[in-house]
């Protein structure tokens, strides 16, 4: 489910909230990205910049939830993420001021997380 208005969101019945984004069209490509070919309903936000995302080193760190299951976590290296939610925040035009604080707080919390020696840059073979 999504927000009214917000179809680059999904929202769970618990209330986690994800924002699927894709980079901008390049090379005059319409859709570098689709979930399917109706995409009425959830519809990944063209994000400036965000190709540092997709061509960031791949992160890979298993993590347990409170339960005790075991998943592996893939995603975009750490520092890369700090970097473009640090840009994010202060250069984005049009970004609302709530979302700025946000890009900002996410940044802070994956580099105390770097800091703390809690994930490293390590990248994955």
């Known amino acids: 489910m999504s927000d009214e208005g917000?179809?680059?969101?999904?929202?769970?019945?618990?209330?986690l909230e994800v924002d699927f984004i894709r980079r901008e069209a390049e090379d005059g490509d319409l859709h570098p990205f689709r979930f399917y070919a109706d995409e009425l309903d959830l519809c990944p936000a063209r994000a400036t910049r965000a190709s540092v995302l997709t061509q960031s080193h791949l992160f890979v760190h298993p993590v347990i939830?409170?339960?005790?299951?075991?998943?592996t976590l893939r995603t975009v290296d750490p520092q890369t993420f700090v970097t473009f939610k640090r840009w994010v925040a202060g250069h984005a035009q049009n970004r609302e001021p709530i979302k700025r604080r946000r890009d900002l707080l996410q940044a802070q919390v994956v580099q105390e997380m770097l800091d703390e020696g809690l994930v490293s840059t390590a990248i994955a073979s």
């Open 6 to 15: 917000q179809n680059e969101s999904a929202i769970n019945d618990k209330g």
């Open 65 to 71: 939830s409170a339960t005790g299951k075991m998943a």
